[in-house]
C-alpha cells in the first residue's frame, strides 16, 4: 500500500453511517417494488464488450469500462441495467413469465469526468414491464414510482409527464434536413431550465427559421394532453397516485431517442436539485438491443439523489449506530466476564442489537468508546448486582442509571 | 447483440427465484450481523492496481482483474474484502471508533478458471473486530458465525477450531532449511481429507525423515488444547453457543498464514460439500497490508455454499414468486378497469403483494398467466360482484372460488 492510501477518483466508499442510509433506501425501494409484483434481477459486473458498445451511440461508448482479459476477450463492466436485461431477456426467453417484471438495484460504471455529484461507480434503481403496451402497464409503473417514494415519506413527489408521441406530431411538421425531429425535441427539453427566448436562439442556431422556432414554442405552450397520457392519468389516479403529484408538463422531452409514448420525471418541491430519475415507454428498444421484439415500459430511480434528498428532509432515521446496548466487563473475575457475556447473549436473543465490549478496561474509557459508537445504553454488572440479580443500565446522553432484573432491563430499552 | 447472447464464463445471472434466495440469505446475515453490533461498509469495486498487487503472494496476484484505464491509471477489480478494508482503516483512522466492527458483503473477483462451484464473480461476506487482542473479541466472532448460521435454520453447524500457536510450536522443531513450519502445517492441513499414511508420504516427500514425519502426526493426534482456546471456547459457550457445536480439531490449519492465534472453519453433518467458510485472528497482517498495527478476528462466510446448503436442507422458503395477488382485468369497460384499480390500491395499502393483469384477455388466459408467475390467488370483479360490492377470488392451486366483502378478503388473504 502507498503512504497514502486513496480511493480511485470518482469512486467512494461508504463508511457505516452512509452505508446504513443507503441500506435504509434499498430496503424501502424493495419493499414497495415488491408490493407491486417485480421481481429482483442481477446481472454480472462483467459481459462481453460486444454486448456493451454500439449500444447508446459514440458518446456513451467512450464511457464504458472495457477492457481485455488474460483469455484476451475483450470485456466491460456494466454501463446501466438495460442492455444486460435485454441479453437476459433473449437468453432466457422460454424460462420468463409472460409481462415479466423485474426491478435491479446494482451499480454501474461510467468513465465519466467526476464532478460533483457525478461518480463513476454509482447505484443505478430500475423498474420495467416487459410484454404490454397497455396504458394498465404505464399505470402500473407511474404507481410504483410514485409510492417507492411514498414509502420514504417523500409524498410531495411531483410526476411531471407528457407523451413522446405529441413532442413527434408538434415538431416534425418544422423538421428540416439540417434540423431532424429529434433535434427539435431536444431544444424544447430546455425549456424548463432555459428562457423561451433562449431556446429560440438555439434552434434558429440550428438552422431553422424565426418563425418556425416561434411556431414550435407556441405549439408547445399551447399543447394537451394525449387521450393515451389522459388513460394514464385516470389510471394511475384509480391505483392511488394523488392527483396533484400527476403533473403534465409539454415541455418534458427526456434526453434519450429511445422513448415511444410516455415519458415521466420525478420531482420534488422541497429539494432542489432537480430530477429524480423517470422512465417512460420505449416498445422499439429490445428488439433494437436484442433482435426480439418486446414493449416496455419503466423507470430509473437516482439513487444517490433520492438518498440525498431523504437525508436533507430528515427522512432517514438516525443510523450513527445500529448497536443499542454495550454490555461493559466490570473486572477481569471469571465471574464478571461470564456475566457481561450472559446478559449480552440473553439480549441479542431478545432481539436487542447488544456489543460486548472486547476488553478489560476501566468503565469510564468503555463508556467513552460507547460515546464515540453512539451506542445509547451501557450496561454494568458488577459483583452487587450479580448478588442481587440485576444490572445497571445507564443512559449515556442523560447520565440517568437504573437497577434493574432482566427483565425490566427489556421493557426499559424497548420503551 | 450477437445472434447467441451470452454470458462471460465464470459469472452468472441470478433470475428472480435465484436472486430471491440469496437475498433471503443475505437479510438473516445482515440481522444477525447487525445484533452483534457489527456495522456495515461498502467499499468501490476498482481500486489502483497498486493497492490489490503484491499483498497475497504471486499466485493470486495472476488471479487479480487488472488493466488501464483511459487516464492510463493501472486499476484492478476489488479481488478480496480484507485488503480494501486495511485501505479504510488507515485512510478514515480518525473517523473509526475504536474496537470497529464491520461487515462487508459485496461481489469480488478472481480470474479463476471457472469450475464446478467456482466463479469468477462471487459474494463474499466477511465479519471481523479490529483492534482488540482479547479471547473476549475470538467469543464474539465465534458466537455471530453461529447464530448467522442459526438464524437461516442451519443450527447443527459445528465450528471445528485450532490455535496456530499451537500448531507452531508442533512443527517448528521438525522444521529444517528445506522443509519449513508453514509447508509442515500445509500437510498437516491436509489430515482431514487424506491418510496419515499419505501425509506422512507428502512429509517425506518434503524432505523430512520417516522418523520426523511419524513424530510429527503423533503430536497432532495427541494435541490439547491451548489456555486459549479454552478461554475462547469457554466463552462462546456463555454467548449462547451450542457446546456440541464447538468442537476442537487439531488437524485444522487454514491454509493462509496470516493467522496468529485462533483458527476455525464451520461444517455441516447433512451438507457433504465441505467447509463453509471460516476465519481466525491475525494480529499482523493490517500492518503488513497498510503499515498501521491493528490486532484483529473475524471470518468470511462462503455465501455460495451457504445458499445451497440452506437450499438443500428445506431452510429457504419458497420465492417461486413473492406476489400473492393477481388481480385481472374482466372486461374493457371503464368500470371494469377502474374496480380492478381500486382493488389492486387497496391491497397493497394492506401490504399484500399484488400484480394487475396489464392487458385486456380473456379470463383463463389471465390464470395461466398467474399459474406461470406462481401467484397463488386470483381475484376477478365482474358487474355482479361490483353490483354486490364483493370480490370472488379463487384460489389456483385448488380452483377453490369465495365471493368476498373487501374485509373479508384481505382476512382470507392473511390467513
Do not use: W
Amino acid at each position: 500500500m502507498s503512504d497514502k492510501p486513496q480511493t480511485l477518483k470518482g469512486f467512494r466508499d461508504f463508511l457505516p453511517a452512509q452505508k446504513a442510509a443507503r441500506d435504509y433506501v434499498t430496503k424501502k425501494l424493495q419493499t414497495t417494488f415488491e408490493r407491486f409484483g417485480f421481481a429482483p434481477l442481477e446481472t454480472p459486473t462483467l459481459e462481453y464488450a460486444s454486448l456493451l458498445l454500439g449500444k447508446y451511440g459514440t458518446e456513451a461508448d467512450k464511457l464504458v469500462y472495457t477492457f481485455q482479459d488474460r483469455g484476451e476477450r475483450e470485456i466491460g463492466l456494466r454501463y446501466d441495467q438495460t442492455v444486460p436485461t435485454a441479453r437476459v431477456l433473449v437468453q432466457y426467453q422460454a424460462e420468463l413469465p409472460k409481462f415479466f417484471r423485474r426491478y435491479q438495484l446494482q451499480n454501474v460504471f461510467r468513465a465519466d469526468k467526476p464532478q460533483k455529484g457525478r461518480y463513476r461507480e454509482f447505484r443505478q434503481c430500475d423498474c420495467d414491464i416487459f410484454g404490454s403496451t397497455s396504458p394498465l402497464a404505464d399505470a402500473e409503473i407511474l404507481a410504483v414510482y410514485y409510492f417507492a417514494f411514498a414509502e420514504l415519506g417523500l409524498t410531495q413527489l411531483r410526476i411531471e409527464f407528457n407523451d413522446r408521441q405529441t413532442l413527434m406530431a408538434m415538431a416534425s411538421p418544422f423538421a428540416t434536413p439540417e434540423v431532424t425531429t429529434a433535434s427539435i425535441i431536444q431544444s424544447i427539453d430546455k425549456l424548463d431550465k432555459n428562457t423561451p427566448a433562449e431556446v429560440t436562439a438555439e434552434l434558429t442556431a440550428k438552422g431553422l427559421s424565426a418563425e418556425a422556432a416561434a411556431a414550435v414554442l407556441a405549439e408547445v405552450e399551447k399543447a394537451e394532453m394525449s387521450d393515451n397520457l389522459k388513460q394514464i392519468e385516470h389510471f394511475a389516479r384509480q391505483l392511488g397516485v394523488p392527483a396533484e403529484s400527476l403533473v403534465f408538463n409539454p415541455k418534458i422531452a427526456r434526453g434519450l431517442d429511445y422513448y415511444t409514448g410516455l415519458i415521466f420525471e420525478g420531482r420534488l418541491p422541497e429539494y432542489g436539485a432537480g430530477s429524480l430519475g423517470g422512465g417512460g415507454r420505449y416498445d422499439h428498444l429490445i428488439e433494437q438491443l436484442s433482435g426480439v421484439s418486446i414493449p416496455a415500459v419503466g423507470f430509473g430511480i437516482g439513487f444517490d439523489r433520492t438518498v440525498e434528498a431523504a437525508t436533507e428532509l430528515g427522512l432517514i432515521p438516525n443510523l450513527l449506530s445500529t448497536t443499542q446496548v454495550l454490555v461493559t466487563v466490570f473486572d477481569d473475575q471469571p465471574a464478571s466476564l461470564d456475566s457481561s457475556l450472559q446478559v449480552a447473549h440473553q439480549l441479542r436473543a431478545a432481539g436487542i442489537t447488544t456489543e460486548v465490549y472486547p476488553a478489560v478496561d476501566k468503565l469510564g474509557k468503555q463508556f467513552k468508546v460507547a460515546d464515540q459508537k453512539h451506542i445509547p445504553f451501557v450496561v454494568i454488572i458488577g459483583e452487587a448486582e450479580r448478588g442481587a440479580q440485576q444490572v445497571k443500565v445507564k443512559k449515556l446522553a442523560t447520565g440517568e442509571e437504573q437497577l434493574l432484573s432482566f427483565d425490566a432491563l427489556l421493557t426499559y430499552l424497548r420503551t
